[in-house]
T-cell receptor, first 112, second 109 residues
Framework: NAGVTQTPKFRILKIGQSMTLQCAQD?????MYWYRQDPGMGLKLIYY???????DKGEVPNGYNVSRSTTEDFPLRLELAAPSQTSVYFC???????????FGQGTRLTVV | GIQVEQSPPDLILQEGANSTLRCNFS?????LQWFHQNPWGQLINLFY???GTKQNGRLSATTVATERYSLLYISSSQTTDSGVYFC???????????FGKGTRLSVIA
C-alpha cells in the first residue's frame, strides 16, 4: 500500500517557469489537500478537494491552480514561478475531515 | 479562523528525560492529530486523538476537547525523537487541518 505519493521530490525552477507537482493516493480517500511549509514554520493550506470535480481555496492559494479529475490524483500547478514560492510542498489525503490525514513525503521546490 | 498554539517552541532534552508538549486551540475541535517531522522532513502520524488518551510505546497523548487543549508526552526520550512536533485540528466541522507552528525538540546523548 503506497499511501500518498508525490513527485518530484526536488525541483529547481527559474523565475517565470511553470510546473506541475503530482500527487496520487491509493486509499480511496475523498479528501485531498495541498500544503506548503516555509522554513521554521507550520504548514499552510493552499487548496483542497472534497471529491472528484470539486476544489476549494485554502489560506494561501495565490499563484497556484489545482484540478481533481479522478479520486486518486490531485495535481498542483504553478504557472509563473516566483521566489516567494520557494518552499516544501506536502500533499495529503483523508477519508473525510473527521478522520486521520496521511501525508506524502513532500516536494522541495526552489525558485531562482 | 481557528488558532493553534503550541508550547514550548523549542525544547532541549538530555537522553532519557521526559517531556510534555502542549497544544491549545482557540475553538473546539472534533479532529486532532499529532505529527512528528523527522530531520529528513517526513511527516509521521503519531496520534489521531479527538478526545481521551492514547498510548503508543514511549509516547502518549491526551486531548481534553471541552477545554480545547491536547498534550503529548514523551517518556525516556531518545536521540531519534529529535525533530519538530506538530499538532493540527480543523477550522470547523468539515474543514481541513490547521497546523500550529510546532515544537522543535532536540534530544542530546
Amino acid at each position: 500500500n503506497a499511501g500518498v505519493t508525490q513527485t518530484p521530490k526536488f525541483r529547481i525552477l527559474k523565475i517565470g517557469q511553470s510546473m506541475t507537482l503530482q500527487c496520487a493516493q491509493d486509499m480511496n480517500h475523498n479528501y485531498m489537500y495541498w500544503y506548503r511549509q516555509d522554513p521554521g514554520m507550520g504548514l499552510k493550506l493552499i487548496y483542497y478537494s472534497v471529491g472528484a470535480g470539486i476544489t476549494d481555496k485554502g489560506e494561501v492559494p495565490n499563484g497556484y491552480n489545482v484540478s481533481r479529475s479522478t479520486t486518486e490524483d490531485f495535481p498542483l500547478r504553478l504557472e509563473l514561478a516566483a521566489p516567494s514560492q520557494t518552499s516544501v510542498y506536502f500533499c495529503a489525503s483523508s477519508l473525510n475531515t473527521n478522520t486521520e490525514a496521511f501525508f506524502g513525503q513532500g516536494t522541495r521546490l526552489t525558485v531562482v | 479562523g481557528i488558532q493553534v498554539e503550541q508550547s514550548p517552541p523549542d525544547l532541549i532534552l538530555q537522553e532519557g528525560a521526559n517531556s510534555t508538549l502542549r497544544c491549545n486551540f482557540s475553538d473546539s475541535v472534533n479532529n486532532l492529530q499529532w505529527f512528528h517531522q523527522n530531520p529528513w522532513g517526513q511527516l509521521i502520524n503519531l496520534f489521531y486523538i479527538p478526545s481521551g488518551t492514547k498510548q503508543n510505546g514511549r509516547l502518549s497523548a491526551t486531548t481534553v476537547a471541552t477545554e480545547r487543549y491536547s498534550l503529548l508526552y514523551i517518556s525516556s526520550s531518545q536521540t531519534t525523537d529529535s525533530g519538530v512536533y506538530f499538532c493540527a485540528g480543523p477550522n470547523s466541522g468539515n474543514t481541513p487541518l490547521v497546523f500550529g507552528k510546532g515544537t522543535r525538540l532536540s534530544v542530546i546523548a
